[in-house]
């Protein structure tokens, strides 16, 4: 079992910076594939950026290319996404995600656990 919880969301305006934080509880955080989606308001859940358990391999969406990055601390069971240049397009609920026993991977339906999602505004 895996327990995810999210932080670091807010209001920022367009080319600010945030960095969001998912703490993860569980001993097989340090093995799992881990990914970032969001939700915007009427939209469907989209896949932002995911990390390989070991942190060598990492995907960016084509929307937050040379803008997100994903990394994480496996000594800390938490994962980040930092996000700069943002845009008001970036606004969304956030959801961090894990894949126990997985490679990496851009589909939302291949993640086992998510975590209640943090919210990101960016006003122009």
């Known amino acids: 079992q895996v327990q995810l919880v999210e932080s670091g969301g807010g209001s920022v305006q367009a080319g600010g910076s945030l960095r969001l934080s998912c703490a993860a509880s569980?001993?097989?955080?340090?093995?799992?594939?881990m990914g970032w989606f969001r939700q915007a308001p009427g939209k469907e859940r989209d896949f932002v950026a995911a990390i390989a358990w070991a942190g060598f391999i990492t995907y960016n969406a084509d929307s937050v290319e040379g803008r997100f990055t994903i990394s994480r601390d496996n000594a800390k069971n938490t994962v980040y996404l930092q996000m700069t240049s943002l845009k008001p397009e970036d606004t969304a609920v956030y959801y961090c995600a894990a894949r126990t026993g997985g490679r990496v991977s851009r589909r939302g339906d291949e993640y086992d656990y998510w975590g209640q999602g943090t919210q990101v505004t960016v006003s122009s």
């Open positions: 569980g001993r097989t955080f340090s093995s799992a594939a």
